[in-house]
């Protein structure tokens, strides 16, 4: 994307509060009018004083104060309203990249870092703000005072003006030049800044095995390396803009000398007053303090676009999940749920799903068993969209799920992950997650009825409670007793249990499993299970292969098959129950 290109979106993402923009762009204008207005007047007064004219003299100074007055007023409104523009947009904008970010697709979320995408974030929404500012402050009255000038000089004294247009030929000529040789430099600094993001990321995620593994030393090396990489790719491209500013300023010393002298020779031979050498000096000093400011314009947004590419290119990723404009809510959800030879693959060359065709009664409970890498959490993963099919349909109640809004989808679906996925925040607000407006007394009845209550009332600040990131303040169980009362206060009709227990001891497992029995009553639930208990109680055992659905049936049914399942089974590949909490499986609880 060229700088220009880059610069006319960053200003197109003014459009919500156009009014104010557009006031603003008119202040700088009458800002250009001053600045190109008092030279001339300078020039006037001079000549005036030269003729003896002092009523006229005094005349221009009138005009010029009341010039200058107007100009401080145009500028006051722009320096008021400028920063809080730009404050709003700014702030509008992170919301609008955290929104959209949000809403993309698991997969691009596995492909993106988490510390890439917060660099992404905050370079570029500070970058927007900058250049936000700079337009309202200095960009726009620059170029329109340099674009107006020119005409201006040219009618004054073409000759005089050919040395003005020779130094902004010499300024545009110079800082392209720069910027062509020193642009894939300033995209490497910027993809290198990237890896900063997601190294320190990634070490802040894990300090736990950094520090357990003794690699404090090796991760800062590490970094040190890289941060020289940066300052390595860095320099050439800071040296190749130092030379061009002393070039730029070079050319307009030599600009400013050769008015001066080429003006006394044509004065001299009666073409030109001196009035009107002192308007052109006048200009030309005007001219190279705007020129200045704008080749600083122009490396600003060189250093800058980088990370503003990386920026808009966020917010052009397209999310893979179609919602059709006013898609009618999902509601009245019994919990029937089939799939219709779905099939499916993360790339199209490489199918992890083929040709999965079931159905699973509404309030009953299916396990999903099958070796490792089967595409069993893939394949459920598909009931709440977080991809869609490549092939075939799921439906829900008969239903097929892509025709309704995504939100309502999976509202009716809680999901209970082997990894609990809880936030930096309370206990509460961690539960609530689950239900936004939940009491605390249905908070505390979705903790008692997960085995939660306890643990928690335990706590000196009890559900206010702050939880460490990732959870780890917590245990395992605990961790997963909270995810199960967040889905409880949930009440959807259909839940998922993605080997919720599986990381879990015995005893803990066993607590756990009480609360998930309480949790799937009148329910449809499909776990993907690796406990004896839950496999044999299931109303249904779908059992998928390399992503196909190779058998189907009651526990019973598939051992006298003798198939797939029914080695599995031999093989002890489903975990016996313990024995300090016997008869704990996914079966309703008692009331």
Sequence with gaps: MSLLKIYLRVLALLGPEKWLA????????????????????????????AAGLSGDAWSYIGWWTGVGFFGVAANVLVSLYSDRLAHRRQLAVIVDFFEHALALPLGFHDRHHTGRL????????????????????????TVIAVLVMIPLALRTNWKLALLMMTLMSTFILFNSLVVRRTGDAQRKVEQLNQEIGERTGDVFGNVMVVQSFSRVVTEVAALRQLVGQVLAAQYPVLRGWAWVSVANRAASTLTVIGIFAFGVQLHGRGEVSVGAIVSFVGFAMMMIGRLEQLAGFISEIFFQA????????????????????????????????????????????????????????????????????????????????????????ITIDGIDIRTVSLSSLRTRIAVVFQNPGLLYRSIAENLRIGKPEASDAELEAAALAAEAHHFVAAKPDGYAAMVAEHGKSLSGGERQRLSIARA????????????????????????????????????????????????????????????????????????????????????????????EAPATDLQPSAD
């Design 488 to 579: 409880m206060l949930k009440d959807a009709p259909i839940l998922i249990l993605d080997e919720a227990t599986s990381a879990l001891d015995n005893t803990t497992e066993a607590r756990v499993q009480r609360a998930l029995g309480t949790l799937v009553k009148g329910r449809t639930t499909f776990v993907i299970a690796h406990r004896l208990s839950t496999v044999r109680s299931a109303d249904t055992i779908l059992v998928i292969k390399d992503g196909r659905l190779i058998e189907q049936g009651r526990y019973e049914e598939l051992v006298q098959l003798g198939g797939v399942f029914a080695e599995l089974d031999a093989q002890g590949k489903f975990v016996a129950d313990a024995q």
């Design 306 to 393: 980088p990370a503003l590419a990386n920026f808009f290119e966020v917010l052009d990723t397209r999310s893979g999940l179609h919602e059709e404009p006013g898609a009618p809510d999902l509601t009245d959800v019994k919990g029937e749920v089939a799939f219709e030879n779905v099939s499916f693959g993360y790339e199209a060359a490489n199918p992890v799903l083929q040709g999965l065709t079931f159905k699973v009664r509404a309030g009953t409970t299916a396990a999903v068993v099958g070796p490792t890498g089967a595409g069993k959490t893939t394949a459920l993963s598909l009931l709440y969209r977080a991809h869609d099919p490549a092939a075939g349909r």
């Design 22 to 49: 557009t006031t603003l762009a008119v202040a700088n204008l009458a800002m250009a009018a001053v600045f190109l207005l008092e030279p001339w007047l300078f020039g006037r007064v001079v000549d005036a004083l």
């Design 118 to 141: 917060l660099r992404t974030l905050h370079a570029g929404s500070g970058n927007l703000f900058g250049l936000w500012l700079s337009f309202f402050r200095s960009h726009l009255s």
